[in-house]
């Protein structure tokens, strides 16, 4: 059975889910024009997936803390699920450090890839923030898509102190 939960976050509504084996989706509540719920079910093909808060209070946790500030890191059971390629591009997002960015062609350099690949790896990415596919920016340093919108990476960034705040006049 999978467990799925609804978690209010500063870039917006995101939904959780849970395998036997960990967390296996983090996504926007609509990821890339999408409900949430469609992703979930793309991802467990056949399963049961109950609404369950239980199983995300520790990620409530953890994301409040990054939210606030005092979590550069997080530590949950992963169950991601995906290509080959695309777990690999994964570990290597979960590499980047705290407050750092890396351009798609480096991270396509260390896998012997290509950046458009790993920019389609990227957005394929199951597990928003966790697995940290807002760090990776493009070749000239500018901000390429992502799945809860360029204004929530710009926001992930800047929290992490990777951007400068953008100011208002």
Same mark, same amino acid.
């Given at each position: ?33 999408? *409900? ?6 793309? #991802?467990?093909?056949?399963? $049961?997936?109950? /609404?369950?808060?239980?199983? @995300? %209070? ?20 992963? *169950? ?6 695309? #777990?690999?591009?994964?570990? $290597?997002?979960? /590499?980047?450090?705290?407050? @750092? %960015? ?68």
């Amino acid at each position: 059975m999978i467990a799925a939960a609804r978690i209010s976050s500063p870039v917006g509504e995101l939904v959780s889910a849970f395998s036997e084996e960990g967390l296996a989706c983090l996504v926007y509540s609509k990821h890339k024009g999408r *409900d949430a719920t469609e992703v979930i079910a793309a #991802l467990f093909p056949g399963e $049961e997936i109950n /609404r369950d808060e239980s199983r @995300s %209070v520790e990620l409530r946790r953890q994301l409040d803390e990054y939210f606030g500030r005092g979590r550069d890191c997080f530590d949950l059971p992963l *169950d991601l699920r995906g290509t080959a390629f695309q #777990l690999s591009v994964w570990r $290597e997002l979960l /590499r980047i450090p705290y407050g @750092s %960015v890396v351009r798609y062609g480096e991270v396509a350099s260390k896998l012997d890839s290509a950046a458009r690949a790993v920019g389609t790896a990227c957005g394929a990415n199951p597990v928003s923030i966790i697995v940290p596919c807002h760090r990776v920016i493009g070749a000239d340093g500018g901000l390429r898509g992502y799945a809860g919108g360029l204004e929530a990476k710009r926001f992930l960034l800047e929290l992490e102190g990777a951007l400068q705040p953008r100011l208002i006049s």
